[in-house]
Structure formats: C-alpha cells, structure tokens
C-alpha cells in the first residue's frame, strides 16, 4: 500500500484545484462575451480587430495558466497560490478596461469580467482586501460613467440606476462568498486540530496496543516455559534422590527430555513467528503440498470417523516455498482436527482466478464465538488444554510472507472455513499449463 498523502500536500492540491477552477470560469466568461458581441453586433456594434485581438490574447494566457497548473500535480504553496491570484486579478482589471476603451459604450458588457476578480479575493484575500477590490470595481465602473459624461451628455437616470444595481450586486456577491469562505476557513482550522489531536491519540493507541501485545506474548512465554522447566527441575530432582529405584530414575530422566524437547519446539515456533525466514521460492504444483496433508489429516482422524476429502483441483504449479506452505497447512488442519467432532468432516479446496490462489480448510465444527476470533490469530491464544497458541499465528505470517493472508471466510454452526489466500500472477509454461508465479507483496 502507498503512503497516504500529507495534510500539506492536500491543501496544496486543493489550492490548484481552485485556481484550475477559475482560470476555466476566466476563460469561459471571455468566450461568451465574444460570441455574445458578434451575435448582438446590431446594438453593441461589430468587435473591432484590437478587441478580438485582446480577447483572444486573454483566452490563450487562461490556457497557458491552465496548463501551467496542470502538470503541478504536488499542488502549490499558498504563497505560490496568493501570487498568482493577484497576478489574474490585476491582468482582469487591465483588460477590461481596455475594452472598455475599445468598445467607447456607455453600456460596456466587458465590465461583467470585473465579478471574477472580487470572486478570486473572496477566495484568497481577507476582509480589506476584498473591500478594496469591490470598491476598485465600482470605482471603475462609475468613473468610465463619468469619463462619457465629460465625452458626451450627462448620463441617463437609467444609466445611473444601473451602474448602482451592478455595485449593489458586487458588493452583496463579494461580501457573502468572503464570509462563506470565512466560515469554511474556521471549520477547516477546526477539522484540522482535530485531526492532528486524533494523530496523536492513534499514534498513542498503537503504543500502547503494542506494549500490552509484548505484555500477552511475554506472559505466554512465561506461562508456556514455567510448566516444562518445572518439570524438568522436578525429574531431575527426583532422579538424584539416592533413595529413587533405578526404573523410576530412568522415567524420570525421559520425563525431563521429553519437556526439554517441548521448549525446543516451543523456542522454535516462537522463532518462526518473531523472525519468519524469507520464501525460497519455487515453481511446485500446489495439488502435491495439498494431497499430503489430505493423507495425513487422514491418518490423524481414522480413530475419531471424522471424513477427510479435497475437492478436485487443476494441476497448478505455484511459485512458492513448499515447506513454508506445507507448515502452514499442517496448523489449520490440526486445527481443523480439533475443532471437529467426531463424525464430522473436513474439506480442503483450492480456488484460483488471474492473481491469486486461495487455499480453503472447512470443518463442521461449532462457530467460533465473536470474543474469541477477534483473537485467534494472537500468539500464544489459546482455548485448547494442550497447544502453544502459535499454530494460526505462524500460518498468517507464512501466508503474508507469500503475499498474500489468511481469514476466518466463513463462521457459522457447522461450517467455519480458514481462507489462505497466495497473491500471484498466471502464466502459461511451455506446455501450456497454467503456471502462477510470484505476486506483489501487499
């Protein structure tokens, strides 16, 4: 699995996404404008070539900008962002009064661009700055009022009431999208110190997850290692007593190596489990790993008449670590074995598609109960009266190992199922037989 983005890097793309959002509103408002004024040429006149000229100019250079932003696929920094929003606000201010110039009308259509720059403020700038790009638009607006007065006669009261309408209508647009944002700021700042609160109280949880999880494995070597040494010490005790029969000193001296043998194993699958060795990893047909541990599960049920049966399988190679694999099977099927009442039956499946090949074992036995297999996979948990509780934990860790894990598919009253899933690709050998090589760890 990837890294999950920084907070950073989210506001970065999210502050390029905003200014991709205005550069296309920019550039589409411009494009209507134009269609607009060739369309009404009859009341506005026909676009001269210096206003077509700036237009066009202006679309390009929304384009470029455009694609500018584009590539930045990180985002960009606020400062990056504050810089050019400016840049655009001034570059808008500029061009529409240019064609206001151009177009020499008293009701000039151009000054509709004058909306996106007090919108781009609403967005980037606080207060005063958005108070003074609203009045640098009205301003603009009643000052071209004034230079037609002086040009030509005194403006209509239609005119004027006009030019207030529009004023009106930039100062409640500028005003209320700055609060909006505003507001959206201080819920974001909010959002954010929870968030980072709630960082800190995960980063504290999985401390302390992980200490008490040294705490279960440390108690359970210290409950698994007591039971054996005291045994020994009390074999051994026993044996040295002068007064102690010679057949009994021999049982005695069996007893201890017989527990001695326990703590080797018992080292060795704590071992496996703390220091899993990596996969040798072979092409190995997986029907031969799964028929032998079909043939010994069934030499282990004989005495109890529990049926044993494989579903029938296609001849699969895999590339995996056949005794890594044959370990982890061996523990679910003993698992399996101790879970089934006697006359109950066990089923082993393989189930195959493009990238992965899972190994299912099914017994009938009763479902695991919620607080239990919340835990089966834990080291050294255990509801059996003998057993180390590292049997299901090794085979997880082989299954990941392999890339792939190992689950509880199905829980119910006569049906639990153990899913070990390999992830791999398929291929075709020579022969044309379906061959599955090695996965992508997740």
């Known amino acids: 699995m990837g890294k999950a983005p920084s907070i950073e890097r989210i506001e970065a793309q999210a502050l ?25 040429a009859s009341l506005l006149g026909e676009p001269s070539t210096g206003v077509v000229l ?99 006669t005194a403006p209509s009261a239609t005119e004027i009431l006009e030019s207030v309408m529009i004023s009106v209508v930039y100062c409640v647009m500028g005003l209320l999208v700055w609060y909006l944002v505003h507001q959206l700021e201080i819920k974001q700042a909010k959002l954010y110190r929870n968030m980072v609160e709630l960082e800190a109280t995960r980063e504290k949880l999985v401390v302390e997850e992980r200490l008490a999880a040294i705490g279960r494995l440390a108690s359970g070597v210290a409950h698994e290692v007591r039971n054996p040494v005291a045994m020994i010490a009390s074999s051994l005790a026993t044996a040295s007593d002068p007064s ?14 017989r527990e001695a043998r326990r703590l080797e194993n018992l080292t060795s699958d704590l071992l496996t489990y703390a220091r899993p060795s990596q996969p040798q990893r072979t092409l190995f047909p997986i029907a031969d790993i799964l028929n032998h541990v079909v043939n010994m599960t069934k030499v282990r049920s004989g005495e109890r008449s529990i049926a044993v049966s494989c579903e029938p399988c296609d001849d699969l190679r895999v590339e995996i670590d056949p005794s890594q694999i044959e370990s982890a099977l061996v523990n679910l099927s003993l698992n399996a074995l101790d879970a089934t ?38 080291p ?34 006569g049906i639990v199922t153990f899913t070990m899933s390999l992830l791999v690709h398929a291929s075709q050998d020579e022969s044309g037989e379906a061959v599955y090589g090695q996965g992508v760890d997740r």
């Open 54 to 152: 700036i237009l066009a100019l202006a679309f390009s250079a929304k384009i470029a900008e455009w694609i500018w932003l584009w590539r930045r696929k990180d985002g960009i920094s606020g400062r990056t962002a504050r810089i050019e929003t400016a840049i655009s606000m001034l570059a808008v201010f500029l061009i529409a009064a240019v064609l206001a110039v151009l177009t020499n009308r008293d009701d000039v259509p151009y000054f509709v661009l004058l909306a996106i720059p007090i919108l781009q403020c609403a967005y980037r700038f606080g207060l005063i700055p958005m108070v003074a790009t609203i009045v640098a638009a009205i301003g603009m607006i009643f000052t071209w009022s004034e230079h037609l007065f002086f040009l030509h």
């Open 244 to 257: 102690t029969n010679p057949l009994e000193r021999e049982e005695m001296f069996a007893l201890a190596a």
């Open 341 to 378: 009442p006697d006359g109950g039956q066990i089923v082993f499946r393989i189930r195959t598609d493009e990238s992965m090949v899972a190994i299912e074992v099914e017994n009938s036995g009763d479902a695991i109960s919620p607080d239990h297999i919340l835990r089966i996979f834990e």
């Open 16 to 40: 390029r996404r905003q200014l991709i959002a205005f550069c296309i509103l920019t550039s589409l408002v411009i494009a209507a404008l134009l269609l607009l004024h060739i369309r009404f």
């Open 380 to 413: 050294f948990y255990t509801t059996k009266a003998h057993g180390t509780g590292l049997g299901l934990a090794i085979a997880r860790t082989v299954a990941r190992s392999h890339g792939g894990d190992l689950w509880v598919s199905q829980n119910r009253a």
